[in-house]
């Protein structure tokens, strides 16, 4: 157990909805990440927060959006979603900024979109 | 961040050691070399990490060499448990040290 908390686990919606996935980090971990991973894309990374603020982002399509709240869970939000936007996104924590802090990976959410 | 190059599969027995080789020829002075594997859709799960010096925790052993070129993961006694994509990454600093993720290479525990 990683200790980062992915909910829901599983999320079927239609195209052109708009969904909402949650993430609840490590205790103590300021840094938030999410990626995508698909099946002809691999994991990609796609937006970093450290305590509420962006830091980094990635490949991230402007139909998406994410944020960190003060008590350091994040939401990745997808709005008009499209077919192509089925995938597994998994969100990650470390403690800080630097290179010497692992990710550490929760076990993702899979979204199908029909 | 630099580029690391995996070979796509691997094969070893149970009970033996699988190492896993990295190459990152073009890695700088302050990057670090991370290994993470995913067992099928998990998520990614994080192994070791180091910068210059050889490290071992309970899972593995990370060897680096010399002029940190190269580096190998060894998995001293392999499990059916431990069939994984492995990925080595090498993690440079700058304002956000993301992980990038390459394709990995498949290691294939058999009985």
């Known amino acids: 157990d990683s200790g980062v908390t992915q909910t829901p686990k599983h999320l079927i919606t239609a195209t052109g909805q708009r969904v909402t996935l949650r993430c609840s980090p490590r205790?103590?971990?300021?840094?938030v990440y999410w990626y995508q991973q698909s099946l002809d894309q691999g994991l990609q990374f796609l937006i970093q927060?450290?305590?509420?603020?962006?830091?980094a982002k990635g490949n991230i399509l402007e139909r998406f959006s994410a944020q960190q709240f003060p008590d350091l869970h994040s939401e990745l939000n997808l709005s008009s979603l499209e077919l192509g936007d089925s995938a597994l996104y998994f969100c990650?924590?470390?403690?800080?900024?630097?290179?010497?802090?692992?990710?550490?990976f929760g076990n993702g959410t899979r979204l199908t979109v029909t | 961040d630099a580029k690391t190059t995996q070979p796509p599969s691997m094969d070893c027995a149970e009970g033996r050691a699988a190492n896993l080789p990295c190459n990152h020829s073009t890695i700088s002075g302050n990057e670090y070399v991370y290994w993470y594997r995913q067992i099928h859709s998990q998520g990614p799960q994080y192994i070791i990490h180091g910068l210059k010096n050889n490290e071992t925790n309970e899972m593995a052993s990370l060897i680096i060499t010399e002029d940190r070129k190269s580096s190998t993961l060894i998995l001293p006694h392999a499990t059916l448990r431990d069939t994984a994509v492995y990925y080595c990454i090498v993690r440079s600093g700058g304002s956000n040290y993301k992980l990038t993720f390459g394709k990995g290479t498949l290691l294939t525990v058999n009985p």
């Open positions: 205790s103590g971990d300021l840094s």
């Open positions: 990650a924590s470390s403690s800080g900024q630097g290179e010497n802090s692992p990710l550490h």
């Open positions: 927060y450290y305590n509420g603020e962006e830091r």
